[in-house]
């Protein structure tokens, strides 16, 4: 049972789309790879330390040619000031947002201790935005090594990305009882390792819904 709840919260890539350019209308001319238009992400906070994560994205790839589809990078562990915690990962589907799937192929890097899915069929090619929702649960991501409160630590948007993301949101789903009141949240944005925010805000949608954005 999670108590009062210290929350750890990264946005890390929102520090590639921190330009002037990246807030406006993309002209297709100006489009040289892919892109995320919009990074929707809802995380369901469960009881036993468990995440389940459904992330909507739209990606555009303009009119390039030979575009097959995008990849989605989830790391299989934290480090933590006490060592490494193990963060299993299980893909529940890949699909667009009618829920139609979408061919993937996963593959594991035991060294990077990640999980990476190409996302999109290799003999087919795509243009203008592309739609994927992916939905995925995380274990041990809440750490209860505290005796006053229990730790979520976890990077919304993924550190792994290397295309821009213009628009970013993330509603986190927080077990009955978890509330503005008990809680304390430390958000981070920027690049990888920054301690501060410069480029991300948080807001209680909700009695338990915090919303990052």
Not at 44 to 54: F, M, P, R, W
């Amino acid at each position: 049972m999670i108590k009062t709840i210290k929350i750890l919260i990264l946005v890390a890539v929102l520090a590639q789309t921190a330009t002037a350019q990246s807030a406006l209308a993309r002209d297709i001319n100006q489009i040289t790879d892919w892109y995320i238009k919009d990074f929707q992400s809802t995380i369901t906070v469960n009881t036993d330390s468990s995440l389940l994560v459904e992330e909507k994205i739209i990606a555009d790839c303009g009119d390039l040619p030979d575009k097959h589809g995008i990849f989605r990078v989830v790391p299989l562990e934290t480090k933590t000031e006490k060592g490494t915690v193990k963060t299993p990962v299980e893909l529940i589907s890949i699909a667009d947002f009618d829920d139609r799937p979408i061919k993937y192929s996963e593959t594991k890097d035991n060294f990077n201790h990640t999980v990476a899915w190409k996302i999109g069929d290799a003999d087919k090619n795509v243009t203008g935005e592309n739609y994927y929702k992916i939905i995925y649960s995380v274990k041990n991501a809440v750490r209860a090594g505290n005796f006053d409160f229990d730790e979520l630590y976890w990077n919304l948007s993924g550190e792994f990305w290397e295309i821009d993301i213009d628009k970013f949101t993330a509603d986190i789903i927080f077990p009955q009882g978890i509330n503005k009141e008990n809680s304390a949240i430390y958000l981070y944005s920027g690049n990888l390792g920054e301690k501060e925010n410069s480029a991300a805000d948080h807001q209680w949608t909700g009695d338990n819904i915090l919303r990052v954005a």
